[in-house]
């Protein structure tokens, strides 16, 4: 699958997040959909957080204390140059999943040689999600997840790598 669009969203009743990968396949557009709850939404963050420090330490020529602002130039080059604007509408010919989103009970994350990350989303029997992810897109998965996490009011205290490097000061006061 080549993958064209990702979406996530809380959806209240459930107490979960809702993600949707849409791409192309053979017949058509094919969309993918499973469930995150809270425990794996913090899981995946770890997962991710892990991917994004060990690419930036992957250069030997970036000594350790510049790593943390090389991650935050990474993420910002990222999010400026994603599309977060396009609704998501797909026009799917299929769901390979089932019409019922699978539950994500098993997280698995790979470095593979050329550079790029599989990221797999699983259930209990073993069906479900795998994406080939380059780091600017795992950059936009992180600012999805991070939003819809403080939609939900999860506080699972995750911040994006510019939020974490911003001066801490007072906060505005809403009327």
């Known amino acids: 699958m080549s993958l064209e669009q990702i979406n996530l969203s809380y959806v209240p009743m459930e107490d979960r997040m809702l993600l949707a990968a849409t791409g192309r396949v053979a017949s058509g557009l094919a969309e993918y959909r499973v469930w995150l709850t809270r425990r794996y939404v913090r899981l995946l963050w770890g997962a991710l957080e892990k991917l994004v420090s060990e690419s930036s330490a992957a250069d030997p020529r970036v000594p350790e204390p510049a790593r943390?602002?090389?991650?935050?130039?990474?993420?910002?080059?990222?999010?400026?140059?994603a599309d977060f604007s396009t609704p998501y509408t797909p026009q799917v010919t299929e769901r390979p999943l089932g019409e019922a989103?699978?539950?994500v009970s098993r997280i698995q994350l790979k470095n593979l040689p050329d550079?790029?990350?599989?990221?797999?989303?699983?259930?209990?029997?073993?069906?479900?999600l795998t994406m080939t992810l380059e780091i600017p897109v795992v950059h936009s998965l992180r600012k999805l997840l991070h939003d819809t996490a403080e939609k939900a009011e999860w506080n699972l205290g995750l911040s994006l790598y510019a939020q974490a490097a911003a001066p801490v000061g007072p906060k505005p006061t809403v009327n």
């Open 68 to 81: 943390a602002a090389v991650r935050e130039f990474a993420e910002q080059a990222a999010l400026s140059s």
């Open 101 to 103: 989103p699978l539950l």
């Open 115 to 128: 550079g790029k990350n599989v990221l797999a989303l699983h259930d209990q029997q073993g069906k479900g």
